[in-house]
């Protein structure tokens, strides 16, 4: 009977499996200064009922322009997804900060500075598991960085945070329909280490192919 009942729950997986085509890798890629032109692009494309999610308010263009001008790529880490035709989708922040600057962080970390993490992305590459694959891809970059505290500061309302926050564990806290969520990182290991190395380099050949191939594309263009 149990082994009856094991054929038949195989088998209704494996028939919702048929017809659906696996879900391809998403490759994040640390960001630096030749791609702010690009996150620009990305970020106009939002609407506002987007930049109100990203930002917590809704930014005019200037302002927009301005914050994407004043990132310091090289206090703090920056990434992003690109789609097979080289265009920036996602994008996620990660910025570092001295815990007196969160007086509620100061309270749940030992180490000297903490990390603020943010995301946006493209709505037609929503759905695809990217905002996660970014908020761990922080993660792991805080644990090897001596950061225990990841801190999310959002809307309430931003469902897509509160579930990748809800998902990773985070602590939440929310007041007058803002939300503040915490997750405490455990140190870094070795395995840290290689998996962070991995997947940048990986994301690295994949960055370079879809410029590549783009670049071949508007110079037979012209």
């Known amino acids: 009977m149990v082994t009856t009942l094991f054929t038949n729950r195989l088998g209704k997986w494996l028939r919702g499996r048929v017809g659906k085509p696996p879900r391809p890798p ?25 930049r109100l999610l990203r930002f917590g308010t809704v930014l005019p263009d200037e302002q927009v322009g301005a914050y994407v001008g004043k990132i310091n790529f090289g206090r703090d880490t920056v990434y992003g997804v690109y789609n097979k035709v080289f265009k920036l989708v ?41 905002g996660t694959k970014l908020f761990e891809r922080a993660a792991i970059h805080c644990r090897n960085s001596d950061v225990d505290t990841l801190y999310m500061h959002c809307l309430s309302s931003n469902q897509t945070m509160m579930h990748i926050a809800k998902k990773a564990g985070m602590e ?38 879809k410029a590549n191939a783009r670049a071949a594309v508007k110079w037979f263009g012209r």
Do not use: C, W
């Open 26 to 50: 998403v490759l994040v890629k640390q960001l630096a200064e030749r791609d702010r032109r690009r996150m620009l692009k990305h970020f106009m494309t939002l609407d506002n009922s987007d």
């Open 90 to 130: 996602a994008v996620g922040h990660l910025a570092f900060a001295p815990k007196e600057q969160l007086t509620a962080a100061s309270a749940v970390t030992t180490k000297d500075k903490v990390a603020e993490f943010g995301v946006s992305v493209s709505k037609p590459a929503r759905g695809l598991g990217i």
């Open 172 to 209: 939440i806290q929310r007041e007058y329909g803002e939300a503040d969520a915490y997750l405490r990182l455990l140190p870094p290991s070795p395995g840290t280490v290689m998996q962070e190395a991995l997947e940048e380099q990986f994301a690295t050949i994949d960055y370079t192919f």
